[in-house]
């Protein structure tokens, strides 16, 4: 069986949630989510210029519940999968128009974000009464979002190393270099993960990676294969056998990959986020979708 770390480090940014929500709303706010109210995310630009910007200023209405913008941006044939908000085009209407205590609200933090195509993939924390660290992919067409994939994990503040698990850099460089940094983390996937060949670490990592995952399990070694690579002494992976990779998705320094894998005999979906420096991976994050 094949055995691979995710560990994670991300330096957060933060953004102030407004003082003026309701008390049955404050009531909702547990410990998590207080910490998660100074968390800075990606700004909306003032012009939407690409579905990038589209879905920023998306997720923006959600959380403001601006009903009829946030309607006017989605395709009446919406489809969505795994989304907290609904599954289709009405469930989403009713969720935006529906009054707290019969939906609390939920404030859609995004903390970085990529586009490819008409494809826009966006890390982000759905603070609430049950926060959660999720990854979007949000499908335009005609200038509309019309399918929405999500994928989320309970949020957890740091790891067992200490290491912020929604911090880190979140701007977006080197557009250029798309393609070169999709083929280095398609080959570090294939032959780190896929393959399960520690010795191939080394060539595509930085010295100074960083690893964000809230899965890091235990504080001993703190060597860079012992961040992927179980290790029975120290006890310090999290046991995860990829079977798939399912597609890659990029927007320079930042790639995504979705892949199938097995967790203690449980099936899951991996989308692993990595940013790369000087055409080496030197961060990374991850969700674990059941």
């Known amino acids: 069986m094949k055995f691979i770390v995710i560990s994670l480090i991300l330096s957060a940014s933060v953004i102030g949630c407004s003082s003026s929500d309701s008390s049955s709303e404050n009531n909702e706010t547990n410990h998590s989510t207080q910490n998660i109210a100074s968390v800075k995310g990606l700004n909306v ?76 993939f966006v890390h982000s924390i759905y603070a609430g009464l049950n926060s959660t660290s999720a990854i979007d992919i949000l499908t335009f067409e005609k200038g509309k979002i019309a399918n929405i994939e999500h994928y989320s994990e309970a949020y957890q503040e740091t790891n067992s190393k200490g290491v912020p698990t929604m911090a880190g850099q979140n701007q977006t460089l080197e557009v250029n270099k798309t393609g070169l940094y999709m083929s280095i983390v398609k080959s570090f996937m294939k032959k780190v993960a896929i393959g399960n060949s520690p010795n191939d670490i080394l060539e595509g990592v930085n010295d100074d990676y960083l690893d964000h995952s809230a899965h890091i399990d235990g504080t001993g070694s703190t060597s860079l294969e012992n961040r992927f690579v179980y290790d029975e002494s120290s006890k310090t992976a999290f046991k995860f056998d990829y079977d798939k990779l399912e597609r890659i998705l990029g927007e320079g320094n930042f790639i995504l990959v979705e892949s199938k894998a097995s967790l203690n005999s449980e099936d899951v979906t991996i989308l692993d986020l990595f940013r790369l420096d000087r055409n080496r991976i030197c961060e990374h994050w991850d969700v674990v979708s059941r």
């Not at 795994?82 to 009054?99: D, M, Q």
């Not at 205590?101 to 990529?114: D, L, M, Y």
């Open 45 to 120: 630009p003032k012009e939407l210029v690409n579905n990038k910007d589209r879905a920023l200023a998306f997720y923006e209405l959600i959380s403001n519940r601006d009903a009829g913008s946030a309607i006017s941006m989605i395709s009446s044939e919406l489809k969505m999968s795994n989304w907290p908000i609904g599954s289709n085009y009405s469930e989403f209407k009713h969720f935006l128009k529906a009054k707290s205590p019969e939906n609390p609200k939920i404030r859609i933090i995004p903390i970085r974000a990529g586009q490819m195509g008409n494809s826009v």
